[in-house]
DNA sequence: GTCTATAGATTGATAGAC
DNA sequence: GTCTATCAATCTATAGAC
């Protein structure tokens, strides 16, 4: 088995287990097992279970936070350039849309949303620190642009309306593809399109609140 | 020390150590450590670790839940006499209002509300698992309700702007009283009030957008 | 780099004295 | 009801052969 190969499997195995069952409730022993890796692999190539769950992070945030950066840049610029101000549902979508498509962007990364949504709402945990420290720089720049398209707005009222807004995100994560005791009648979409679009409806509506 | 007492004081414990640090990642000892009680007396009170995470929403979420129902048909009531429709603010109302205002309710339930939150986005998990078994009833009364206050309103659509509304909510639970990494200049209020209000204003405009 | 074997600690749960 | 003592399983991490 090549070098790069066995390191693949165990972050690939990593990420489904750490999704669906939690950090905590997962064991070395379920990801090399699931990984059809030696148990000593995982701290010969990452060192501890907390840096593998860094790794994994690592793997996807790094393009997934360049695609959502570039887009960023690129609504806060075009504004510039025109003189206007940048629109509110452009910069939410610039995050928002990569955030939710990346299941499908063909790598593999259906897992790797689900542990996003959940790193989320880790009050304390290892996780929640771990993500944080990906996302923070990116969070502090969605922040600054969209005070930029909103400058009537106090900075802390559009500080908790873009947590509304991440929480609802992350929620939606969570949700889509599962069907947790639905109401009668109701048949949920689940396509992400379709997900995006009344996502950024519901923020945007929200948000642009005088 | 009295029957009921410690099968409180092992209640509260839990509480406290599953909101901070998750139920996965809390042990039977340090509950019974912090509770100052013998370890054998979880599984003589509760018989396993799993049945207390039962009885911890339980003990909560039998009184908070009846709350927010009594909040709820009231409002169904109010409009059925008066021959007009629910508000879609009276009935959001009717569910966030007391779900916020819980911790302040003077029993000592600042942590179970972060338990609220944590739970909401473990995607298969015991905890998650043991808390839709309490809250699916409510939730199904909540969109009901919101059907008939926006008739006009596909019960798909509806049914995903409650879950962005819910995951507002959850976030919100979760950052209040926390201070992650701020943003330049803001010292974002939180006093339950304020932020009621704020979090009102936020999905009540998105449930409503046409 | 990969393996076996195992150390060393911690876990949930229980048996049995009081 | 509460305690001590402990079992059996599981865990992360590592040492050392190949």
């Known amino acids: 088995m090549s070098l790069s190969d066995t390191k693949e499997r165990i972050l690939d195995s990593s990420e489904y287990l750490f999704a669906r069952k939690g950090f905590h409730n997962t064991s070395l022993r379920a990801i090399t ?37 570039d887009n960023l840049e690129i609504v806060r610029e075009t504004a510039r350039q025109e003189g206007s101000l940048p629109g ?20 593999g990364a259906e897992d790797f ?3 996003v949504g959940r790193a989320m ?13 990906h996302i923070a720089p990116l969070f502090h720049l969605l ?12 900075p802390d009222i559009l500080f908790w309306r873009l ?3 991440i929480g609802a995100m992350g929620h939606a994560i969570c949700m889509a593809g599962k069907s947790y005791s639905l109401p009668d ?22 948000m642009e609140r005088p």
Not at 88 to 107: C, D, N, Q, Y
Not at 121 to 133: A, C, G, L, W
């Open 33 to 69: 097992d699931r990984a059809g890796v030696n148990l000593a692999a995982v701290n010969y190539h990452f060192g501890s279970k907390e840096a593998l769950l860094d790794a994994v992070f690592q793997r996807r945030l790094v393009p997934l936070n360049k695609v959502r950066r």
């Open 88 to 107: 509110v549902e452009e910069s939410l979508r610039a995050f928002i849309e990569p955030t939710l498509a990346f299941p499908k962007s063909g790598t």
């Open 113 to 115: 949303i689900t542990l």
């Open 121 to 133: 709402s880790d009050p304390n945990d290892t996780v929640r620190d771990v993500f944080i420290r």
């Open 143 to 154: 922040f600054d642009i969209l005070r930029e398209a909103l400058p009537e707005l106090s």
């Open 163 to 165: 947590q509304f807004a």
């Open 185 to 206: 009648g109701v048949t949920p979409v689940n396509d992400v399109e379709s997900l995006t679009a009344m996502l950024l409806d519901f923020v945007t509506t929200g």
